[in-house]
């Protein structure tokens, strides 16, 4: 096999760690092509294992890139939420939807960026060790603690427990008709006391500037969003990020995306809405409207 061969071969492995540390695709796109120019440059005595070459050199590539994206993140208007993957049900496999999904991502935006590509590349990746602290520039010990203190606050901040994905889809349909209603009394019986809404706007369309908590609130606000804009907007579910979510859709074009995360009572713990233009799939590009 060519060298260039071997590369596309491990480009899905490659753009799916990017993806998970940075968050948009054209960014994790630029870091694997940077990666190919590394890879086409390199001698044969620099690449003994391919895979576990790439995933180290994107891994280093990406931190650059985060540690660049994070100084802008800083005045970005509202939550930021990563760039939805949208594709049409039943695309990819449920295997590693977990580790993709927007709740977890938006988990890992808690982690420092080393954190972030050590917990990644040991934990989803299977890397040794050793590659873990290669990739970071650090020695082995160093690496294994940095790993056991992102498991432990990721731990914390979003406990692992399973999902049935059928009782995911029928939630999500529950929500939605409540949320058609316009009754906030109907939207709060789906969600868990401590549930927190949160939608990226990027400060082009409207979309709440802070997170919205509590049941109330949160059905206060998901229902005001129904009655405001719902009526013209068409929903169809969706592959989002690994699991079903709702592409809505108004005058022709993707308006927003929404996921939501279940807690271990089967009660909707976070909601994700997504409105910011430039993260939304384009009309056209594969993602047809249905009604």
Known sequence: MNRA??????????FSLAYRML???AEAEDVVQDAYVRWESAGEHDVRAPKSYLTTIVARLSLDALKAAHRKRLTYVGPWLPEPLVEPL???SLELAESLSLAFLHVLESLSPAERAAFLLREVFD??????AAALGITETNSR??????????????PRFTVDPERHRNVLREFLSACATGDPSRVAGLLSEQVVAYSDGGGKVQAA?????????????MAGLAKKGGAGLAAQFMEVNGETGVLLWGGG???SVLTLDLDAEGL???????????????????????H
């Open 209 to 221: 500037v802070n997170p919205v908590a509590g049941r109330d609130r949160v059905a206060r606000f």
């Open 145 to 158: 603690q940095i790993v056991s203190r992102a498991r432990e606050h990721l731990r914390e901040r979003r």
């Open 5 to 14: 061969a071997e590369f596309e071969q491990l480009r899905p492995v490659l």
């Open 90 to 92: 039943g695309t990819h």
């Open 268 to 290: 909707i713990g976070s909601l994700f809405i997504v409105s910011n233009p430039d993260k939304l799939p384009a009309a056209g590009t594969g993602v047809e409207q249905t």
């Open 23 to 25: 968050g948009t695709r």
């Open 253 to 255: 074009r993707p308006v």
């Open 127 to 132: 890397a040794d060790y050793s590659e873990v």
